[in-house]
């Protein structure tokens, strides 16, 4: 079975633009959470969504935002770009009640 | 509020030492405990959990306790390998949470041969 697929891979960015990103969970997993990690650093949490509805979010500005789709895949969208967007953005699925998180490979956004 | 705390690295051990990296934490009730690996140029990948106090989680040679007295959930093996060289990430989920994982800053394992 495949894992939690993310894409882009890689991204670069300049100040001011605006980036989608985009998770497929694993098949049958109902849930997807997006963190951030910047190098050196444990991933923080950006949001939580479940059945197409936000049930969380982190401590993160307006500028970022996301949605669930009904076949449970998911997009992060960030806004107005800034130098300090750039991080590895990890997108991680679970079952309903799962105890476990599930990571994908990220994808790397560099702002310049 | 809640938090998670490890030990800083690197830590550096010759091939076959004894390991142990040092994570405590700070939240209310019985949050359940995990250790996260990210291997160079990987994702994340649940190592093992443990959801109550005295709970201990294993894998591959790696184990942890759920200490609820010390809030401590130390990550330790008997004899790591070259392989076992990466990032290590003791993390928690609030026994109220929607899957929100709150982490550590991670802890650089490099083992030498």
């Known amino acids: 079975d495949a894992g939690v697929t993310q894409s882009p891979t890689h991204l670069i960015k300049t100040r001011g633009q605006h980036v989608t990103l985009r998770c497929s969970p694993i098949?049958?997993?109902?849930?997807v959470s997006w963190y951030q990690q910047v190098l050196g650093q444990g991933p923080q949490f950006i949001f939580q969504?479940?059945?197409?509805?936000?049930?969380g979010r982190g401590n993160f500005p307006d500028r970022f935002s996301a949605r669930q789709f009904p076949n449970y895949s998911s997009e992060l969208n960030v806004n107005a770009l800034l130098l300090g967007d750039s991080a590895l953005y990890l997108c991680?699925?679970?079952?309903?009640?799962?105890?476990?998180?599930?990571f994908g490979p990220g994808t790397r956004l560099t702002v310049t | 509020g809640n938090s998670v705390t490890q030990m800083e690295g690197p830590v550096t051990l010759s091939e076959e030492a004894f390991l142990t990296i040092n994570c405590t934490y700070t939240?209310?009730?019985?949050?359940?405990l995990f250790w996260y690996v990210q291997y160079p140029g990987e994702g994340l990948q649940l190592l093992l959990k443990a959801t109550k106090a005295d709970d201990k989680g294993s894998n591959k040679g790696f184990e942890a306790t759920y200490r609820k007295e010390t809030t401590s959930f130390h990550l330790e093996k008997g004899s790591v390998q070259v392989s076992d060289s990466a990032v290590y990430f003791c993390?928690?989920?609030?026994?109220?949470?929607?899957?929100?994982?709150?982490w550590g800053a991670g802890t650089k394992l490099i083992i030498k041969p």
């Open positions: 993390a928690l989920r609030k026994e109220d949470s929607n899957y929100q994982l709150i």
């Open positions: 991680a699925s679970s079952s309903a009640g799962g105890l476990e998180q599930y």
């Open positions: 098949s049958g997993h109902k849930s």
């Open positions: 939240a209310t009730g019985y949050p359940s």
């Open positions: 969504y479940y059945e197409k509805e936000e049930r």
